[in-house]
């Protein structure tokens, strides 16, 4: 089993930034793939930003120029610098970790971003 913790959320103006956390534990040798995913009310659940564990990177088109991820393998840790943040950025975002390309995913319980003046 693998258990995630995830930080970082919260209230934050237009054009602000927030950092998001996300600690991965339990039976882990390795992670394949760590990412961010987010929901806002009445949508779809979105890709965000994704890396994996060589370091290659893939994100959402929305926030492209705006988010930057990263991860720690020695902690587990992936992190999500967000950056000129927008309205409809405002969304529950949810860690996703991938031990195996072909493994069960595993979902933290999710942190609320807002965004508004």
């Known amino acids: 089993q693998v258990q995630l913790v995830e930080s970082g959320g919260g209230l934050v103006q237009p054009g602000g930034s927030l950092r998001l956390s996300c600690a991965a534990s339990?039976?882990?040798?390795?992670?394949?793939?760590m990412g961010w995913y987010r929901q806002a009310p009445g949508k779809q659940r979105e890709l965000v930003a994704r890396i994996g564990s060589g370091g290659s990177t893939n994100y959402g088109d929305s926030v492209k120029g705006r988010f930057t991820i990263s991860r720690d393998n020695a902690q587990n840790t992936v992190y999500l610098q967000m950056n000129s943040l927008k309205p409809e950025d405002t969304a529950v975002y949810y860690c996703?970790?991938?031990?195996?390309?072909?493994?069960?995913?595993?979902w933290g319980q999710g942190t609320q971003v807002t965004v508004a003046s």
């Open positions: 996703n970790v991938l031990l195996t390309p072909w493994g069960q995913a595993y």
């Open positions: 339990g039976s882990i040798i390795s992670i394949y793939a």
